[in-house]
């Protein structure tokens, strides 16, 4: 999704764009999902992005998704977030028998094939009051058909994300985080998205909030920031203002600037030896700049230049907005991408920006609330004076 608002300047002053991504880690179900197995009706799953396995056993579950049919109606699922739903979830070994289990690394803990969620267990009778085969699956299936007028083979054409149930709530008792599902990066999407709908003066530059999908798997698709979907759209723009050229569009593009607005590895005192004190990002002190990310030795990361940097804390200081610097660990500790280094092939000035968490990619990620408001102080203030 892009959103604009338009300024009085020529686009081909370039645009003050604001990206973020919009998917976060899950389980995706299978194209085949439904089969049952000693009396227990399960959905077989393909997990999404870069996830600790064993952290998604025993917690609650929802479903959220849609599934269209052959006739091209598309039905809307979610089921486990209103109270009144059920939930569901993936079973784990009784400590009493998982000795071997423990010798594991935790990548194998729980394996990826493993990560089935189980759904029903009443079995189905048929006329006669006999068990029928698969009597618990088709009891499930009878239970879906009756809710969604869906078949079986609905499910090949079904795009179904199995994630965390719940809402999100405020965390400690001072409640100034907050604890939930996907704040990477739905807290950097949202004051992108809400800080062009903030601005009501009128801009010198256009401004864009750019929210892109599969970024946790490298940014791929159609609906990724590799495809040509903002390029196009700028294109598109061009023409409904009478002014496209292809000279225009690539200028356009060039002088851009960006800031990519995607969450940072909060300090964790509890993991205190995979971070630099000096270069990581504290809870509580503001919006975080990444000048680079990737991984052991700067590999698969923008680097903005020292030039744009220094025009970036110029802006933030001048709007007092408090803000941090970091890394993403040590350096040869792991690392990380974002869609920054992809706005870079445009040759558009882009750095990373957002919001530290505690326990990235984890089922229920944290943040503070001070972070996420100076997130969008600073995001309306990039694309003011920028």
Not at 34 to 59: N, P, R
Not at 105 to 131: Q, R, T
Not at 361 to 384: N, R
Request: hydrophobic share 40%.
């Amino acid at each position: 999704m892009a959103v604009f608002n338009i300024g009085t300047e020529s686009l081909d002053a370039g645009l003050n764009i604001l990206g973020a991504h919009i998917d976060s880690p899950r389980m995706d179900l299978k194209q085949n999902p439904l089969y049952e197995d000693s009396d227990i009706a399960f959905l077989d799953t393909h997990y999404y992005g870069g996830i600790k396995k064993y952290q998604w056993v025993t917690i609650p579950l929802a479903l959220h998704g849609v599934i269209v049919k052959k006739t091209g109606e598309v039905i809307n699922v979610n089921v486990g977030e209103d109270p009144a739903d059920p939930v569901f979830g993936i079973s784990d070994l009784l400590i009493h028998l998982a000795a071997d289990q423990m010798d594991k690394k935790g990548a194998k803990v729980v394996e990826g094939e493993d990560l089935n969620v189980i759904i029903g267990s009443i079995p189905g009778f048929d006329e006669e009051n006999k068990k029928e085969k698969d009597a618990v699956k088709n009891n499930v299936l009878k239970l879906i058909k009756e809710k969604y007028e869906i078949e079986e083979e609905d499910f090949i054409s079904a795009e179904i994300e199995v994630v965390p149930a719940g809402p999100a709530r405020d965390f400690g008792f001072d409640r100034s985080m907050i604890i939930g599902y996907g704040h990477d990066d739905r807290v950097c999407a949202y004051p992108s998205f809400m800080a062009l709908l903030n601005t009501t003066k009128k801009l010198k530059k256009t401004a864009c909030a750019l929210l892109v999908d599969k970024e946790e798997i490298g940014s791929v698709g159609a609906t990724g920031m590799q495809s040509r979907f903002f390029e196009n759209t700028l294109a598109e723009l061009y023409n409904c203002m009478g002014e496209y050229s292809e000279l225009k569009l690539r200028r356009a593009l060039t002088n851009s600037k960006v800031l990519s607005s995607d969450v940072s590895a909060g300090f964790d005192p509890n993991y205190a030896s995979v971070f630099e004190k000096n270069n990581s990002a504290y809870l509580g002190r503001g919006l975080v700049f990444n000048k680079y990310t990737g991984a052991r030795g700067k590999s698969g990361s923008n680097d903005a230049s020292a030039e744009y940097v220094g025009e970036v804390r110029n802006i933030m200081d001048t709007d007092n907005v408090f803000w941090q610097t970091a890394e993403l660990g040590k350096v040869d500790q792991g690392g990380g991408g974002t869609i920054a280094y992809i706005m870079g092939n445009y040759n558009m000035q882009v750095i990373d920006s957002g919001v530290a968490v505690l326990s990235m990619h984890a089922p229920s990620e944290i943040i503070s609330k001070v972070d996420l408001y100076e997130a969008l102080l600073g995001y309306e203030a990039f694309i003011k004076y920028a």
